[in-house]
T-cell receptor, first 107, second 114 residues
Framework: AQRVTQPEKLLSVFKGAPVELKCNYS??????LFWYVQYSRQRLQLLLR??SRESIKGFTADLNKGETSFHLKKPFAQEEDSAMYYC?????????FGQGTRLTINP | ETGVTQSPTHLIKTRGQQVTLRCSSQ?????VSWYQQALGQGPQFIFQ???????GRGNFPPRFSGLQFPNYSSELNVNALELDDSALYLC?????????????FGPGTRLTVL
């Protein structure tokens, strides 16, 4: 069965501090993994996908197949990073989301 | 390029009734997916349509059904509404639904079942 777990519902860090949002997955095949973000009063949008190996808004995520993790990281948090973040896995023609982590960046 | 739109924004129904939610995909996007997002949860996949055919389904009962039309619009129909159907319903469109495609989400329809 496909499953995505985000163990932290809430995460609060200070501006300029490093951020790490955790994501673990369960999938028997070769997963495609994504991070989606929802800023206040905006719609859900793609932040990054592991297949692109890109850095978006300073965020990166590395797929660790041994630990079945896809943690999202940013070295220096900014106030505009405050948002809801969802990790998602694509497999068997469907996208499975985690419960989400609400990230708050304190000034 | 226009974004994905959904209507209505909010809807209140009573238990046992039927509801139709609408989505307008981005032009040229052949795939539309529907999700249910309960309060405090991540979106949960309901089903996907590709070129007017159902192309995948999540763990939802048959009273959840859909249609996709050639003009890039689609519908989610829910029969015999239950209290637990109260949620935000999201649609997302993409070019061909493959893993390298980006899904573009609409703003959602909030359904309340009383």
């Amino acid at each position: 069965a496909q499953r995505v777990t985000q163990p932290e519902k809430l995460l609060s860090v200070f501006k300029g501090a490093p951020v790490e949002l955790k994501c673990n997955y369960s999938y028997s095949g070769s997963p495609e993994l994504f991070w989606y973000v929802q800023y206040s009063r905006q719609r859900l949008q793609l932040l990054l996908r592991h297949i692109s190996r890109e850095s978006i808004k300073g965020f990166t995520a590395d797929l660790n197949k041994g630990e079945t993790s896809f943690h999202l990281k940013k070295p220096f948090a900014q106030e505009e990073d405050s948002a809801m973040y969802y990790c998602a896995l694509e497999g068997a023609q469907k996208l499975v989301f985690g419960q989400g982590t609400r990230l708050t960046i304190n000034p | 390029e226009t974004g994905v739109t959904q209507s209505p924004t909010h809807l209140i129904k009573t238990r046992g009734q039927q509801v139709t939610l609408r989505c307008s995909s981005q032009s040229g996007h052949n795939t539309v997916s529907w999700y249910q997002q309960a309060l405090g949860q991540g979106p949960q996949f309901i089903f996907q349509y590709y070129r007017e055919e159902e192309n995948g389904r999540g763990n939802f009962p048959p009273r959840f059904s859909g249609l996709q039309f050639p003009n890039y619009s689609s519908e989610l129909n829910v029969n015999a509404l239950e209290l637990d159907d109260s949620a935000l319903y999201l649609c997302a469109s993409s070019l061909d639904g493959g893993p390298t495609d980006t899904q573009y989400f609409g703003p959602g329809t909030r359904l309340t079942v009383l």
